[in-house]
């Protein structure tokens, strides 16, 4: 260990860009393998199943019982299958996770911890990348069934008629 934090501290010093792949065990959780390359372990919920994960190109995939909803500062949605690739305090090419604002979803395209001491961690949505406390990411949430989001209730389709005889709506 004391010859990786030297060799880590040379590079360092002279500029060198190194990546150290943590050996991983099969027994290894997702969570493990989030905190083994400085990544908190609630940015996946609770309620994960199954999941495969590459040592040697960083590709996951996370495998979640349903579809749900996590609250955080704003609510996170996870799809079944959640994939990307981690690096070292990072996550790229990331799909399967949206973020909502406001009222609108945007898909999260990758995750990025800052320096761990400045107690950030940033989420690309494309057109900007939010930003929240490390702190709400430190333990995995509960997760919620996501409600038949994309299901036309059809309790709805018949409140709004058209009467075509006068060519008006009516309730």
């Known amino acids: 260990m004391l010859r990786v934090i030297q060799t880590m501290f040379l590079c360092f010093v002279l500029?060198?860009?190194i990546l150290i792949s943590p050996v991983i065990s099969e027994k290894e959780s997702i969570y493990?393998?989030?905190?083994?390359?400085g990544l908190p372990l609630g940015i996946f919920p609770k309620g994960v199943k199954e999941f495969d994960f590459d040592v040697?190109?960083?590709r996951f995939s996370v495998y979640l019982n349903q579809s749900c909803d996590?609250?955080?500062e704003t609510e996170l949605r996870y799809d079944v299958n959640v994939s990307g690739t981690i690096g070292y305090a990072q996550i790229g090419d990331l799909s399967g996770i949206s973020a909502q604002e406001l009222?609108?979803?945007f898909r999260v395209k990758g995750i990025r911890v800052d320096v761990p001491s400045s107690g950030l961690i940033f989420f690309d949505v494309g057109v900007v990348r939010?930003?929240?406390?490390?702190?709400?990411f430190?333990?995995?949430?509960d997760c919620v069934a996501v409600r038949g989001i994309n299901k036309v209730d059809s309790s709805m389709l018949?409140?709004?008629?058209?009467d075509q005889t006068r060519g008006r709506d009516i309730v």
């Open 158 to 162: 018949s409140l709004h008629q058209v």
């Open 56 to 58: 040697a190109t960083g």
């Open 15 to 17: 500029g060198i860009s």
């Open 130 to 136: 939010k930003q929240y406390s490390l702190s709400l």
């Open 138 to 141: 430190e333990t995995p949430r």
């Open 70 to 72: 996590a609250k955080y």
């Open 32 to 37: 493990e393998i989030l905190q083994a390359n």
């Open 103 to 105: 009222f609108l979803w």
